[in-house]
């Protein structure tokens, strides 16, 4: 797997084998087929173009699994700032694809949460993974 450095606290970046949309469309199936609900898919280039503004292709998927971030947002509600869980992927100036999400332990570590509970996150970090792969 190609993780890329990210020089942001906690943000974990990987490369993708796809196009944006294709990487898009793979994650929400690998989501919802693991029960993980999703609440939003944001086209950001899309929404740049019917503003008459040139972006390259970038979109957001914001998912998550309220028996999993419930507890953390009642233990810490401000844990609410950083979930629902959200994916970014994005085009760069070379036409490689990456995705990029928070990484649970840091979303756990930002809100002082018991860090136990960073295994309610966790566990969609295999279905991102497996988006960008092959």
Do not use: C
Request: hydrophobic share 45%.
């Amino acid at each position: 797997m190609n993780i890329q450095a990210s020089s942001r606290p906690g943000v974990v970046i990987l490369a993708a084998n796809y196009p944006v949309a294709r990487t898009i469309e793979r994650l929400e199936s690998l989501l919802k087929a693991n029960g993980v609900m999703i609440f939003a898919r944001i086209d950001f280039s899309g929404d740049a173009g019917r503003a008459g503004l040139h972006m390259r292709p970038e979109q957001m998927l914001i998912f998550g699994n309220p028996k999993g971030g419930t507890p953390l947002m009642q233990a810490v509600p401000t844990v609410g700032l950083d979930l629902p869980l959200k994916a970014l992927v994005w085009e760069d100036a070379e036409g490689r694809t990456w995705l990029a999400y928070n990484d649970p332990k840091y979303i756990v570590q930002r809100h002082a949460v018991e860090s136990s509970l960073s295994i309610n996150l966790a566990g969609v970090i295999p279905l991102l993974e497996r988006a960008v792969a092959q």
